[in-house]
């Protein structure tokens, strides 16, 4: 089955820096990845959207000069916490569809902020 | 706007019991799916189902899509530990590849 991977699993940084978190498909091209936030015992939320080549959508309330995504290639997509502050800390995880109705999902990456 | 109810938020049970849980609209979905997420984990997709009155069977679980395509249910025969985790139905929004999510149901069997 088509298997998506992040990296890294887990980090923890100061505050203040910025963190790249990599979301790759590893079987399969993916035409639109989605990034999610899922708080404690909470169902994921959506983030925003990126499609291959273009910019990403955001939903509402999501900063996008504080999460940087970019889509480069049909394998790799990248989320960047820009100047993180401990209320960034969460698990982030992200999807991938290859123009199917099905989300393969990664196995997301634990971000704490000091 | 297309939502997705689920119930219970939270059920422990002992070890052989059964359960279901319920995943309700009140809009209709192309398809709905369910996935299951352990702790630090990112979901896991364990079934779709399509067309109303659908039923899957995955082992112990079973999965209903309702005729009216608005629901669907989940129903574990002799719940054992390793079923403990967070199960979660999501459906595609009607006008894109946007998956609407229900809350999920923390599942926690006691041996």
């Known amino acids: 089955g088509a298997v998506v991977s992040q990296h890294p699993s887990r980090v923890i940084c100061k505050s203040g820096t910025s963190v790249k978190i990599e979301c790759r498909s590893l079987d399969f091209q993916a035409t639109t990845m989605f990034w999610y936030r899922q708080f404690p015992k909470k169902s994921l939320m959506l983030m925003a959207t990126s499609n291959e080549g273009s910019k990403a959508t955001y939903e509402q309330g999501v900063e996008k000069d504080k999460f940087l995504i970019n889509h480069a290639s049909l394998t790799l997509s990248t989320l960047t916490v820009t100047s993180a502050h401990p209320e960034d800390s969460s698990f982030y995880i992200c999807?991938?569809?290859?123009?199917?109705?099905?989300?393969?999902f990664g196995p997301g990456t634990r971000l704490t902020v000091t | 706007t297309q939502l997705l109810e689920q119930s219970p938020q939270f059920l422990s049970i002992q070890e052989g019991e059964n359960l279901t849980v319920y995943c309700n609209s009140s809009?209709?979905?192309?398809?709905l799916q369910w996935y299951r997420q352990e702790p630090g984990e990112g979901p896991v997709l364990l079934v779709t189902v399509v067309t109303g009155g659908e039923v899957k069977k995955l082992k112990r679980l079973t999965f209903q899509f309702g005729d009216a395509r608005k629901d669907s249910s989940l129903h574990i025969t002799a719940a054992q530990p390793g079923d403990t985790g967070l199960y979660l139905c999501a459906g595609p929004e009607d006008s894109n590849y946007q998956l609407i999510w229900g809350a999920g149901t923390k599942l926690i069997i006691k041996p």
């Open positions: 809009s209709v979905f192309s398809s």
């Open positions: 999807s991938a569809t290859d123009r199917g109705r099905l989300e393969y």
